[in-house]
């Protein structure tokens, strides 16, 4: 049973319009979240994080919305660039823990 | 240049054949960790170390071991492989305060 889920596993978006990524984890314990971007043949790069403290976290065109009581988070990317074109991770953990869940991964496709 | 390598980044082997995949950081960071990417799983953790000779198990570490002799190295041993360790293979690295971990490029291993 995945902890961390990311159920659309494709989007399209138009260039200059809003990618919004979603996610949802069932696993209460979780206080840290974070998400990644994979280019093909990369690895994973740190896109942005959020603590359970808040409910938002900006930066850049990037932001990341947490609501604790529907055990849902979002990534807004405000505009969408083609180069955002990648496959997007969830992932959470209980603190700083070592144990990251990763969720199964959203592939975004920014069209110009 | 800040990095996380990775050695060979694609690897095909037989079944019950010993391999080993290097992985070696530049950052001075005392966690490492090895993940596998399988599709519609995301990326489940391994192996993680805290510090040198410290390691411990993360979700899926069966058929795997891993050694942390030296802090900017920690290789994933493959003992006997088989089919199902056929997968993208991804090493990280973060610091104890880090954010989030630096990933390297990955290492695809095909298990015949």
């Known amino acids: 049973d995945q902890q961390v889920k990311q159920n659309s596993p494709s989007l399209s978006v138009q260039e200059g319009r809003i990618s919004i990524l979603n996610c949802d984890y069932t696993n209460s314990m979780f206080d840290y979240f974070l998400w990644y971007k994979k280019y093909p043949a990369e690895g994973p790069t740190f896109l942005i994080s959020?603590?359970?403290?808040?409910d938002k976290n900006e930066d850049g065109r990037f932001t990341v919305f947490l609501n604790k009581s529907a055990k849902h988070l979002s990534l807004h990317i405000v505009p969408s660039q083609p180069g955002d074109s990648a496959v997007y991770f969830c992932?959470?953990?209980?603190?700083?823990?070592?144990?990251?869940?990763f969720g199964p991964g959203t592939r975004l496709s920014v069209l110009p | 240049e800040a990095q996380v390598t990775q050695n060979p980044r694609y690897l095909i082997t037989v079944t019950g054949k010993k391999l080993t995949v290097t992985c070696s950081q530049n950052m001075n960071h005392e966690y490492m960790s090895w993940y596998r990417q399988d599709p519609g799983l995301g990326l489940r953790q391994i192996y993680y170390s805290m510090n040198v000779e410290v390691t411990d198990k993360g979700d899926v570490p069966e058929g795997y071991k891993v050694s942390r002799k030296e802090k900017r190295n920690f290789p994933l041993i493959l003992e006997s492989p088989s089919p199902n360790q056929t997968s993208l293979y991804f090493c990280?690295?973060?610091?104890?305060?880090?954010?989030?971990?630096?990933f390297g490029s990955g290492t695809r291993l095909t298990v015949v």
């Open positions: 990280a690295s973060r610091t104890g305060q880090g954010v989030g971990y630096t």
């Open positions: 992932a959470a953990s209980v603190g700083y823990g070592q144990n990251f869940v």
């Open positions: 959020i603590s359970s403290i808040k």
